[in-house]
C-alpha cells in the first residue's frame, strides 16, 4: 500500500476542529513520540504511541520503514507518496541496540499530539489528523492508502485531499512542502 498524504498549517485551531466535526467522524486522540535513527542513507523511526479511545489509553511501539517521494504539481502544490514498512514491537530496545551496533545514530526526535478523524471518499476511508508538534505549531495531516502509484490515481487523490483540506477550512496556499524532519533540524526556515 502507498501513503497518499499531505500536511498544511492550521493557524486557527479550535475552527478546523469545528470543520472537521461537521464532517469527519472523531475517532481518537494519540500521542506519538517518535526518534529517527539514520543508518547510511537509510533513516527508519521508532514510535511510541499513546492512545486514548472510548476513555481506555493503551501505549504500543511501531518501528516504520519509508521510502518517500514529494511529487509537486504545477501549481507548486506538494504531495507525499510513501511506500511505508511498519511492524509493531512488543519491545523496542532490542530493535534500537541493533540500529547502533550497525552505526545507526539518533538523527531527531519528534512530539506529536493527534485528533484522529475519518471521513469516506471515492478512494476508501480518509485519515485526518489534526497534529500539535511542538515547536513548529499546528498542522493537519491527510491521507489516503492506495493500492497504486501511478499518476492518475495520484492525480486524482491529490484532487480529493485538496477537497477535505478546504472542507477543514483551510486554504490550499497553507500545504507545506516540507517534511517536518526539515523543519524540525532547520530551525531557521521555519518563519518562512
Given at each position: 500500500m502507498f501513503e497518499v498524504e499531505l500536511k498544511a498549517h492550521v493557524y486557527d485551531r479550535e475552527e478546523a476542529i469545528k470543520n472537521l466535526n461537521s464532517f469527519a467522524k472523531y475517532e481518537r486522540k494519540i500521542i506519538k513520540d517518535d526518534t529517527y535513527y539514520s543508518l547510511n542513507s537509510i533513516t527508519s523511526r521508532i514510535r511510541k504511541e499513546?492512545?486514548?479511545?472510548?476513555?481506555?489509553?493503551?501505549?504500543?511501539?511501531?518501528?516504520?520503514?519509508k521510502k518517500k517521494e514529494l511529487k509537486i504539481?504545477?501549481?507548486?502544490?506538494?504531495?507525499?507518496v510513501n511506500d511505508e514498512n511498519e511492524c509493531e514491537l512488543?519491545?523496542?530496545?532490542?530493535?534500537?541496540?541493533?540500529?547502533?551496533?550497525?552505526?545507526?545514530?539518533?538523527?531527531?526526535?519528534?512530539?506529536?499530539?493527534?485528533?484522529?478523524?475519518?471521513?469516506?471518499?471515492?478512494?476508501?476511508?480518509a485519515n485526518l489528523e489534526l497534529c500539535k508538534v511542538p515547536p513548529l505549531g499546528d498542522f493537519l495531516e491527510i491521507e489516503i492508502l492506495s493500492q497504486s502509484q501511478d499518476?492518475?490515481?495520484?492525480?486524482?487523490?491529490?484532487k480529493e485531499l485538496h477537497s477535505l483540506l478546504l472542507k477543514s477550512g483551510i486554504p490550499?496556499?497553507?500545504?507545506?512542502?516540507?517534511?517536518?524532519?526539515?523543519?524540525?533540524?532547520?530551525?531557521?526556515?521555519?518563519?518562512?
Amino acid at each position: 500500500m502507498f501513503e497518499v498524504e499531505l500536511k498544511a498549517h492550521v493557524y486557527d485551531r479550535e475552527e478546523a476542529i469545528k470543520n472537521l466535526n461537521s464532517f469527519a467522524k472523531y475517532e481518537r486522540k494519540i500521542i506519538k513520540d517518535d526518534t529517527y535513527y539514520s543508518l547510511n542513507s537509510i533513516t527508519s523511526r521508532i514510535r511510541k504511541e499513546i492512545v486514548t479511545e472510548n476513555e481506555k489509553t493503551f501505549s504500543t511501539f511501531l518501528y516504520t520503514y519509508k521510502k518517500k517521494e514529494l511529487k509537486i504539481d504545477k501549481d507548486g502544490k506538494s504531495i507525499e507518496v510513501n511506500d511505508e514498512n511498519e511492524c509493531e514491537l512488543n519491545d523496542p530496545t532490542p530493535v534500537e541496540k541493533f540500529i547502533t551496533d550497525a552505526g545507526g545514530k539518533i538523527k531527531l526526535t519528534k512530539h506529536k499530539e493527534t485528533l484522529f478523524y475519518t471521513a469516506d471518499t471515492p478512494f476508501g476511508q480518509a485519515n485526518l489528523e489534526l497534529c500539535k508538534v511542538p515547536p513548529l505549531g499546528d498542522f493537519l495531516e491527510i491521507e489516503i492508502l492506495s493500492q497504486s502509484q501511478d499518476s492518475e490515481t495520484v492525480n486524482n487523490i491529490q484532487k480529493e485531499l485538496h477537497s477535505l483540506l478546504l472542507k477543514s477550512g483551510i486554504p490550499l496556499e497553507n500545504i507545506e512542502n516540507r517534511y517536518y524532519s526539515e523543519l524540525l533540524l532547520d530551525p531557521d526556515k521555519n518563519s518562512e
